[in-house]
């Protein structure tokens, strides 16, 4: 590749080895070397290329496989008992503040509310976290 339309520094001569992610506060940090950190840097459009369209097709290990569903789980679970405490209470004093009786068909029905505005609203959340 032609360098005229730019100027390569001293010392580079080729892309750093993939997969590598710097991370200049090692033991050896010194902050003048951000300017024009060298052997971290690419400057060539192949480099450039290879390292974009290697990131993106990167594997997961399997542990992080698993984990994933795991997680949602979790998380759906812990989300879903403290939005239920918080609509269960407010129903229950709602109820007793104006001495009506509850049928067992209200907590069902709201829990049932609750799933579809959590399943609603978290598609557009899911989609652009994955």
Known sequence: MSTSHFRL???YSSAPPWP??????????EPVNLIADVPHSLYYLQGIWAFVTFAK????HWYTLIMIPILFVVG???ASFLIGSIIGVALAFVYNAGFFVMS?????????IQILVVMVGSYSTITTIL
């Open 9 to 11: 520094p001293y010392g």
């Open 20 to 29: 590598s992610l710097y991370w200049p506060f090692g033991p050896e940090f």
């Open 57 to 60: 097709a990167k594997t997961l």
């Open 76 to 78: 759906g679970s812990l």
């Open 104 to 112: 067992t068909w209200i907590p069902f029905l709201w829990a049932l």
